[in-house]
C-alpha cells in the first residue's frame, strides 16, 4: 500500500506545471531524490545520506550518498562502501530511470514511466483548480 501511495505521490508531483526553468531542474532534483530515497529505505539502507548532487548534462543528474550513522558504531558493522554513487536520468520516452554505479558497471536500479497530465487528471481525486 505505501508503495502505490509513493508512486501516486510521485505521479502527482510530475503533473505540476511549472513556467520557469529552475522550478523544472528542482522538480526533476525533488523526483531523482525521491525515488532514491525509496531504494534506499526498501534496502534497508537508510544511513545513507545525501553528500552532493551535480547535474551532468541536460536531464542526467549524478548522487552521492554518503554513510553516515548517528547510532553508536562501535556496535555496529560498517558497509562495505563508504559512497554510493547514482544517476538520474529522463528519458525522451518519458521514463525516469534511477541507475546505481559500481565503478565500471551500471546497475538500472528502478525506472519508473511518467503518466500524460490528462491521465493523471483522471485518476487524482484531490487537484488544485
Known amino acids: ?3 502505490i501511495l509513493i508512486v501516486l505521490t510521485l505521479f502527482g508531483l510530475n503533473a505540476c506545471k511549472l513556467e520557469k526553468p ?3 531542474v528542482l522538480h526533476h532534483h525533488n523526483m531523482c531524490e525521491g ?9 534497508n539502507l537508510e544511513e545513507y545520506k545525501l553528500l552532493n548532487k551535480q547535474v551532468a548534462s541536460g536531464f542526467l543528474k549524478n548522487y552521492t550518498y554518503h554513510y ?3 547510532k553508536n558504531i562501535h556496535f555496529k558493522v560498517l558497509p562495505t562502501r563508504a559512497n554510493l554513487n547514482f544517476q538520474c536520468y529522463e528519458n525522451p520516452d ?3 530511470s534511477i541507475i ?3 565503478g ?4 538500472t536500479i528502478l525506472q519508473i514511466l ?3 497530465t490528462r491521465i493523471l487528471k483522471k485518476i487524482t481525486a484531490y487537484r488544485n483548480p
Open 68 to 70: 553516515r550513522s548517528e
Open 1 to 3: 500500500m505505501k508503495i
Open 94 to 96: 518519458q521514463t525516469i
Open 100 to 102: 546505481l554505479l559500481d
Open 114 to 116: 511518467k503518466l500524460d
Open 35 to 43: 525515488l532514491i530515497s525509496f531504494f534506499l529505505k526498501t534496502q
Open 104 to 107: 565500471k558497471n551500471t546497475f
Open 22 to 24: 529552475a522550478q523544472q
